[in-house]
């Protein structure tokens, strides 16, 4: 191989066209998905307290707010919903009233391009804040099941595009691609929250979503922080079962997962850059200790340098306007 002084490396560094001619990975505003919570009620647009300038939305203002994502150039969002009334069947995620099929209903009847992506897990709905349906105090894989098609088939009913099931029961992506092709459905893709660990990065999401757990915690669910192994066969059960899009969650301290899946399996993988990973970056930028836009675009990069094609990320906005004025 050539050496030095053949090879100069920086002679493709020598300026900033040069670099942006050799550059192997752009970030695109086309690859981003952008995460909203709506909640119960009229005329509330309600901050975060944990995940500054985010913010809770009832559906009145959601959907104002969804003309102002559009106009940055966002394509696709994902939809949260806070339910007014929990119980212990998760009721309210599959009412045909239920606060995301209204919020989708109403989302659409403005805006038919924007990509509507429902959440499809019972955390926020349920009253002890699991993903599934309890038995004593563990959740009931296969009763949970039961639940999640109906769940996906009155989301879709209501006007989502894609479904994004996030709540680890085995069988899940199968269990929802049978229900949504027995009604009709079957062009409507599953992005499957596929390698989902039990991480602490998921605080302030779980603040903004009411979702905590009332008791116990998601590690019989969610995977092992360690495991990478188990990653692979994760995604290949789902892959077998039917998801069209691989999700890896969180992204920053997993991009080795993001690497591995994507070597593996020829499916659009995505990444969650999830609420604590915001936070983070947020809190320090506030503190001015970091330089805010380098950082995130820095993260973003890094993200799809590991095999993301798509990122589900709360600085969406900002990207956008910031690679607008690139
Ligand atoms: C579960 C769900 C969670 C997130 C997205 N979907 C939380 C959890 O599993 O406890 C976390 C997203 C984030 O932290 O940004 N429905």
């Given at each position: 191989m050539a050496k030095f002084p053949v090879i100069r490396m920086r002679r493709l560094r020598k300026n900033e066209n040069l670099r942006n001619l050799v550059r192997e990975t752009n970030l695109s505003i086309d690859d981003l998905i952008y995460p909203v919570f709506v909640i119960p009620g009229k005329g509330k647009k309600e901050e975060i307290p944990s995940m500054p300038e985010q913010f809770r939305f009832t559906i009145d203002l959601l959907v104002e707010e969804v003309q102002k994502i559009k106009e940055k150039g966002i394509k696709a969002i994902i939809l949260f919903g806070i339910p007014e009334e929990k119980d212990e069947l998760g009721k309210d995620a599959f009412d045909e009233n239920g606060i995301i099929q209204r919020v989708l209903r109403e989302i659409r009847k403005y805006e038919k391009e924007i990509i509507l992506i429902a959440d499809l897990c019972m955390c926020e709905y349920t009253s002890h804040g699991h993903c599934g349906i309890l038995k004593g105090k563990e959740v009931d894989n296969d009763k949970t099941l039961e639940y999640l098609g109906k769940i996906a088939v009155s989301q879709v009913k209501a006007g989502a595009d894609i479904v994004a099931p996030s709540?680890?029961?085995?069988g899940q992506v199968k269990a929802i691609r049978k229900t949504l092709d027995e009604t009709g459905f079957e062009h409507i893709p599953i992005l499957s929250y596929s390698v989902k660990y039990a991480s602490s990065f998921y605080g302030p999401f779980r603040d903004a979503a009411e979702s905590t757990p009332q008791f116990g915690n998601r590690k019989t669910y969610q995977m092992d922080i360690a495991n990478a192994r188990e990653a692979i066969l994760e995604a290949q059960l789902d892959f077998e079962e039917g998801a069209d899009i691989l999700m890896v969650k969180p992204a920053l301290s997993y991009l080795d997962v993001i690497y591995r899946i994507k070597k593996i399996f020829h499916r659009p993988v995505a990444a969650y850059n999830v609420s604590g990973e915001y936070s983070m970056v947020k809190a320090s930028a506030m503190q001015g200790w970091i330089n805010e836009k380098d950082i995130v675009l820095e993260i973003l990069t890094s993200i799809k340098r590991a095999g993301a094609d798509l990122i589900l990320t709360y600085h969406a906005k900002d990207v956008a306007e910031w690679l607008k004025n690139e």
């Open positions: 709540g680890m029961m085995d």
